[in-house]
């Protein structure tokens, strides 16, 4: 096997040096009755035949690269330079551990501490940790770094229209814990009434999932003098245009960063941001780096604050998270420098312009109706036939219109999410329009 | 050779530099709403060559296995086939969109019913889910999973888990983010688990223990159906901790020894690329007891296709969509090339290359359990005055070579956690031992070369405590 | 434009370093009334839109990837392991120069001399060099070097069955020689017939342009009695199994090496491999990589035996090669090291085994027949309707049965040379016989 | 890091190992032909790890444009942008085969049209072939067919060609190649060709001249129209070297001052990485006279299609199939990328950063020719008694930049070509500037340091005259 290099000489003369006769008796503390079972698995086969089977298990999805593709809800389609997967895949990033020796893995720290010092100018927060698992994950343990700040205040307000699938992971987080999460619909500055001295934090989603960006001025102040943390769930490639959370006074701020030079994946991996500002610092999970000297004075950076995690904590750690989604979080590092300020103000101008055209002409077909409200690239579309039907019908076309809203709220049949983002180009939203008015009648 | 140090991109910046070019608009503008935008947005300006050049620097200046033999304890830094890496490249799996409906997903969800059919098999469970994105994340799932058990039995006292001394840190801190206390079991003079704390801990209020088997000493607990029995009896759940699959697979499926619920971490015994720290798969199996409480959605096979579904009484979801999709790929393809018998040669050959390192060292590195060890053994670094386990660490830096673990586990003074992994030659491991020997000489001869080493890095030792003490988190200007 | 860093505040400033007002101002030597040409090629397209456009483009052709494919006839569809490109384009190698600095470019002189070793080991023969532009050429460059050796000597003897276009391009380059090319149509052996005293060389195909391979013996030593030079083109994954043409006699062995890990690419980059016994080294052509020692007695690679070279020799030279066939080679060597002995050899009894396991299930196919002789991975069929129509009609079923031996030769309309490797199942060459079978119906 | 010597893959190999899996053969064996096979086949058995961490070593023993500035006069050591490599690996182009035929090549076809008529703009040429695999091919193409123009005109004398002192190697040898004899024209006091020792060489003999402009020296031949009539007067066509279009490009287009025939490197100018040697592309473009003469077959459109056909007389094939089309595909994305205004952009930047350079740096290192610069200058490294070009050109190694050319052209004396390019940025420059002023200094005072670099590379300076006197070419165990 090309991957175990000991020769059958070789293994003899281990064996040998080590004082036994065979493998298996290196085996015997393993209970004997079930030792050497057939696991059924089939034999090995070459790696021709390996990636020939995955090549067409792969032709058998549906995907962004060969439709006309309006679908996000919280995967999005954008444009990934060439050099980012290209450089993220070198083997000395790609196959390091977590970076525990700083003197030979200066890379992967400077890296890390080049996305911490982006993001945190992103979100406008003080510290970016170097990841969570993904946007649900990352705001899940911010909810719960709220709870933990203070037991007894034990209600946590959420956006209704939070990603329905963020709300299910803060649910699972949450189920040891007597929480009350209640979800509030109005606007956010209207749902501060909500606040009581139990609030352990209002939850606010800027784009909320079905892509509208609320005015978010004034509401830390109400969240703050109830005495609650203000945490804001963010999509990245709009904050190159809009208002930084941490400037609108957001405590805690965390984001789905896939979007950054990640591509979908069919959900993973993605990346979970999560910024604070100072003074919760030393209550964040998650890995942080920083940057010191060397004994000759030389900047050097190293893995810091660990008191907080669970290798040093144990059971009083803040978080239990150990590997994160490193390479996801390069690939954004590298995005971010590739794009720099004027390519992400560039790409989020042209997912407004591009939505915003979308949702002018998709208002226009009859039959068609566009949800009012400042949104961004997301918008929901009331269809006169249920969603669900039309989506089917494009997607056979290859047109993939977006989510039939159907998908999480069993009875809102006629509106579909839809997504528009740089990568779709004027002739393929004309050609929605027009597949949709077919589809329509 | 790349010596110079690298400027942070903050630094390379310079106004009006942009290191991509993106379409024009086809479409007309739409005035933005003013009150809403932000009057700066301070990230760096860069050309593409910047940057390429940047990120070709830095990556310079890392160890990696693709460059250094990496012993890293715990870690598996087994070699991370490349074939991985052209199967996940494929555009059927990179620009697939995880809510166009499982009718348009029908690859996806077969390479994820292919691969839980395979771990299930490989670990003798029930079922199984892919969607923990590491080990730790694997964790919550089965700590969850228990107590999600206990609650639907009504038996809502089992708050308790108990944890070996020698377990990794997720597992305590796990616990307590499920809503645990934790209690720790002591190990006993073999290393194992002291199965007379054990029994004495298994009170009414276990939910139960997690344990680690291969252990974190790299030694097979070999009472394990005992201590399975016992918490049994108790009333509590095994939760296995996978990180050491390495050694075991195809010689032990760890369900048959009575494990309830496991992790594998796909980024260890499975050959995905750590990434300099993720992204993992902390995929979890478990018996029929567990099994209808999985994380969920996991994918069903349903006549001749695939669909997602949630286990009957889940934990609910943990992470948005399926798990970290791209790393299944590489792991698929990686059984796929070993195949049955390859998994059990892994483990062989794994457990060879540890005993023949610590035979080879033992006689100069204390090791405190004198067992054969499995995929990886501890040994001492403090056997010479004045010498710390992290002066050998760093000197073998010196070497070329990457450090072991170190300080871990914690019930070893001084450990050194070495995993040689079966992807490494003879000729690598005979090295690895030679430096280790040399070194241990000038742990005598010349100290200061420990305690100054590393000597030839883009930085020699740095100030962690001032690091600590007074945080630069952020590039500053 | 992401190429060009130089801001505007930059450009101010070196222009007044310079002592200029305007970049103009540097341009003056060129000629006035045609600085400045309109050129009439476009604007300038994002990344995004240059990927869609060339995909789109890509598209349209037929590829191996996604047919069954049984082309070969000097570009063969060989497994290529996929570490083989991923090391190949480390930025590293791919964008550096020719080794002229050796202290910093050790990484590719090793290679390179990792290729020579493993070459000349392959081809029986002293020194291999460090490529040509493709085996064509190679050839060409071997028939010029025994051409200069001795100028009296003006007779060139080619097989009749070496590949078309090789030929072509051998008379390419002696436009300008008084020459006279024979070709024969003999095997070798009964060739060395035509051997006179003016004789400068006798080509030997191995296996000839049609897949067959005949036996060496003796040939060398004829040519070599009668003052020439025996030079041999080979295919360098028969030398898998097959005797090494050095060890048969040969002079100059020269070879495309594309089959080594580099895929069709519709015909270039090819790989020319070039090989000579001792007596020949410093007459051979091409770069050279030696190993020498630095002062410290550390081994280490250099470019030598330059002093053949044009930029040394100029009109005296060798050859004016300079820029070769590098980051091929490099794939070669990488793709050697990665096969090495067993693998290679599998890779050839592979080939073996399933042509002759094509031969035979296509011969029994009514109307067809194989050509006679041992072959290696390639064969002639002979059809019962035109071969070019076969091909058509096969193509458009993506089966590409072969090359109809009428796009060189005229008269040969009902022959097609199918050529099968390890890439091809069992499973597809069944249903190639029975696509023939329905196609001669 | 990375400073142990790298075995070679020989001393690497163990027997029985193998680096990839190969598919079981599904089919019948045939028994193997026995007198034809060899005995033994010496290659190297190595595991996949082993090969993957000993070209990932190799490769971090390279200078190269992604790691470090790399001002290598004459060679164009632009950055190579990214895009041009994801464009190079789509798989329709990568698994096109070039004797499928016509009709199942069209994407093929269309791409090397495109290009055709996008170089045939950026030149003014009448027809262009994009055969030839590198710059020295494209000369042969074209020195053939200036002789196959005379010849075909019955003009037989004419087998002389005009080459000027400062031309590169590769075209007095290309003109022997084509059979041709070469006369070297001197340069005068300007760097220019010298217009008398022109005149007088032009005799009923003169085949052509071969020109490169702008020259080795980096000056634009003022006098072209000059040197082109002299030469089109005596009956001799013009053979221009587009090695250094890279400083012209939307600036001129060579065919407007009259050349007849002309490569372009398109891996210089137009982007496609170097990859330690090649491989390139010499792409041909000729005038009215000499298109039907180009090396073929070269892609024409009809109607609605595209075909591969020969020029009317060509001179034939120089390679099997069309050209290094990977390389083609590289470089259409490059000027699809940059287009019409770009392509005048990196010419101005080009020479705005020599200019700058050579600015800075003349003071100290004489520059011979005082005029402005194209996009690369000549200066000299021997103004300080007992030290050398090549001394400089070590000393750079120590300071992280890959030296520029040296000893070339060989009419300036110790010479030193630099050439920026425009895709460093003006920090690179600045740098590049302050260490060649540093090293001037460290001549005079420290001349050692000089002498001794480089200091920190896998090797120092090797003995090439050992290497030469008795060759190692092969490894020998
Ligand atoms: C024994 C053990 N358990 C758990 C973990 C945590 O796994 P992860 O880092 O994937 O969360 C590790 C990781 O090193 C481990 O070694
Ligand atoms: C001026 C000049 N002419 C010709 C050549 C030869 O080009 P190639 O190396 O592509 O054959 C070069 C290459 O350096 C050159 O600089």
């Not at chain 1, 057939?38 to 034999?43: E, F, P, V």
């Not at chain 1, 930084?244 to 993973?268: F, H, K, R, S």
């Not at chain 2, 089992?158 to 209690?183: C, F, Q, Y």
Request: charged letters at 20%; hydrophobic letters at 40%; glycine letters at 8%.
């Amino acid at each position: 096997m090309p991957f175990i290099p000991t020769t059958d000489a070789d293994r003899e003369e281990m064996l040998k040096t080590i004082g036994v006769k065979t493998i298996d008796e290196l085996f015997t503390d393993i209970p004997k009755d079930v030792r050497y079972p057939r696991l059924g698995i089939g034999k090995g086969l070459s790696e021709l035949e390996v990636l020939r089977e995955l090549e067409s298990m792969a032709a058998k999805n549906t995907t962004a690269n060969s439709c006309a593709w309006f679908l996000g809800a919280g995967a999005y389609n954008h444009f990934i330079p060439s050099l980012v997967p290209q450089l993220a895949s070198r083997g000395e990033f790609l196959t390091a551990y977590t970076p525990y020796q700083p003197e030979v893995s200066q890379g992967t720290l400077q890296a890390i501490f080049e996305y911490q010092s982006m993001a945190a100018n992103l979100f406008g927060v003080d510290a970016v940790n170097a990841s969570h698992y993904d946007g649900a994950t990352a705001l899940a343990e911010a909810v719960l770094m709220a709870y933990r700040m203070d037991e007894n205040r034990h209600e946590i307000l959420l956006p209704a229209k939070l990603h329905p699938e963020y709300k299910e992971v803060i649910r699972t987080y949450f189920s040891a814990f007597p929480v009350t999460i209640k979800e509030y619909t109005e606007a956010p500055l209207a749902a501060c009434s909500h606040l009581t001295e139990h609030t352990a934090c209002m939850v606010i989603a800027y784009p909320d999932f079905e892509g509208y960006v609320a005015d978010l001025t004034g509401v830390a102040d109400k969240v703050h003098e109830a005495g609650a943390l203000c945490i804001v769930s963010t999509d990245p490639i709009m904050l190159g245009l809009f208002k930084a959370p941490g400037e609108l006074g957001a405590d805690i701020v965390t984001a789905e960063g896939q979007a950054l030079g990640n591509a979908m994946n069919y959900g993973g991996p993605f990346l979970g941001m999560f910024g604070v500002k100072q003074p919760l610092i030393r209550k964040m999970p998650g890995r942080l780096v920083g940057e010191t000297k060397d004994k000759a004075g030389r900047r050097g950076f190293v893995l810091t604050l660990s008191a907080r995690e669970q290798h040093i904590r144990r059971e009083k750690a803040v978080s239990n998270i150990c590997s994160n989604q490193g390479l996801v979080m390069l690939q954004a590092a590298i995005y971010l420098e590739t794009m720099g300020k004027n390519g992400l103000q560039a790409v989020a101008k042209l997912c407004w312009d591009k939505a915003h055209y979308a949702a002018d002409v998709l208002s226009r077909v009859p039959g068609y109706a566009v949800q009012t409200g400042v949104f961004f690239k997301e918008f929901v579309l009331k269809t006169p036939v249920p969603a669900e039907a039309i989506a089917d019908k494009l997607t056979r076309r290859c047109i993939v219109p977006g989510l039939p809203l159907s998908r999480y709220y069993k009875d809102r049949t006629h509106e579909l999410l839809v997504c528009v983002t740089e990568m779709n180009t004027k002739q393929q939203i004309d050609m929605l329009a027009e597949a949709l008015g077919e589809a329509a009648r | 050779m790349n010596k110079e140090p690298e400027l942070l991109a903050y630094e390379l910046s310079r106004p009006g530099r942009i290191g991509t070019v993106l379409p024009q608009s086809d479409v007309p503008e739409t005035p933005l709403p003013a009150s809403l935008l932000r009057n700066e947005l301070p990230l760096p300006e860069m050309d593409e060559l910047t940057v390429v050049r940047h990120f070709t620097r830095l990556s310079q200046k890392n160890f990696s296995i693709d460059t250094q033999y990496y012993p890293l304890g715990s870690c598996t830094m087994k070699y991370n086939p490349k074939a991985n890496e052209a199967a996940a490249a494929m555009h059927g799996w990179k620009h697939a969109h995880p809510l166009i409906g499982d009718v348009y997903s029908q690859g996806s969800l077969e390479l994820m019913y292919n691969l839980q059919e395979m771990l299930a098999k490989i670990g003798g469970f029930t079922g199984v889910s892919l969607q923990p994105a590491a080990g730790a994340h694997g964790e919550l799932a089965g700590v969850l999973m228990i107590r999600a058990y206990h609650t639907a039995r009504g038996d809502t006292k089992r708050t308790k888990m108990l944890i070996p001394d020698s377990a990794h840190g997720t597992n305590p801190a796990t616990s307590t983010m499920a809503g645990m206390t934790v209690e720790t079991i002591p190990s006993d003079a073999d290393g194992d688990v002291d199965i007379e704390a054990l029994k004495k801990a298994c009170d009414e209020t276990v939910a139960g223990i997690m344990i680690t088997n291969p252990n974190t000493l790299g030694l097979f607990e070999k009472r394990i159906r005992e201590i399975v029995e016992i918490v049994h009896r108790a009333g509590g759940l095994v939760y296995g901790d996978g990180a050491n699959l390495n050694a075991i697979t195809g010689i032990l499926r760890p369900a048959d020894v009575g494990i309830d619920v496991m992790h594998f971490n796909l980024h260890k015994t499975f050959s995905t690329p750590h990434g300099g720290g993720g992204p993992g798969v902390g995929m979890v199996g478990a018996g029929v007891t567990l099994a209808p409480y999985l994380p969920g959605p996991i994918v069903v096979k349903k006549d001749n296709h695939y669909a997602l579904e949630m286990p009957s009484k889940s934990i609910g979801r943990l992470k948005a969509f399926y798990g970290n999709f791209a790393v299944l790929v590489r792991a698929y393809t990686y059984v796929r090339m070993v195949g049955e018998e390859g998994l059990r040669r892994i483990a062989e050959n794994a457990v060879l290359n540890a005993n023949y390192v610590k035979a080879k060292l033992e006689q100069v590195y204390p090791v405190p359990y004198k067992r054969s060890c499995m995929h990886e053994f501890v040994a001492r670094g403090d056997f010479v005055e004045g010498i710390h386990t992290l002066d050998i660490a760093k000197r073998l830096i010196d070497y070329d070579i990457h450090p072991p673990t170190i300080y871990f586990p914690l019930i070893v003074p001084e450990a050194i956690m070495i995993e040689p992994t079966e992807t490494e030659s003879k000729e690598t491991l005979d090295r690895f031992i030679e430096v280790m020997l040399t070194i241990a000489q000038e742990a005598k001869t010349s100290p200061d070369l420990l305690h100054d080493a590393p000597h030839d890095t883009p930085v020699s030792r740095l100030d962690e405590v001032a690091a600590a003490r007074n945080p630069v988190l952020c590039y500053r200007g």
